[in-house]
């Protein structure tokens, strides 16, 4: 299993970014899939999640700016950041498992390497 993520990188506060997350070796569409992230000095935090019937689940510190999505014939995982703040600023990780709980909790099987997002006031 496979997860490669792109995308990231600075922005000012208010822009956008999106980033994405292709996974290749197993069967896409049968596992769970979210976005996590990680500040320095701070835990890891779930952002969000995709069940494997489509609904999602947020952190309330992203509701209504942040959108996951996933593009199946693609195998790939999006996640659209709007209205972006300096709080958002760090490192993201995609993460799969065929297991809803072991996502939920944060320790799913696999992980993307992580890509930076830096937000400036």
């Known amino acids: 299993v496979q997860l490669v993520q792109s995308g990231g990188g600075s922005v000012q506060a208010g822009g956008s970014l999106r980033l994405s997350c292709a996974a290749s070796?197993?069967?896409?569409?049968?596992?769970?899939m979210g976005w996590f992230r990680q500040a320095p000095g701070k835990e890891r935090e779930r952002v969000t999640i995709t069940d494997i019937d489509g609904s999602t689940s947020y952190a309330d510190s992203v509701k209504g700016r942040f959108t996951i999505s996933q593009d199946n014939a693609k195998n790939t995982l999006y996640l659209q950041m709007n209205s972006l703040k300096p709080e958002d600023s760090a490192m993201y990780y995609c993460a799969a498992d065929s297991r809803r709980d072991r996502l939920y909790v944060g320790y799913p099987n696999y992980w993307g390497q992580g890509t930076q997002v830096t937000v400036s006031s």
């Open positions: 070796g197993y069967t896409y569409s049968s596992y769970y």
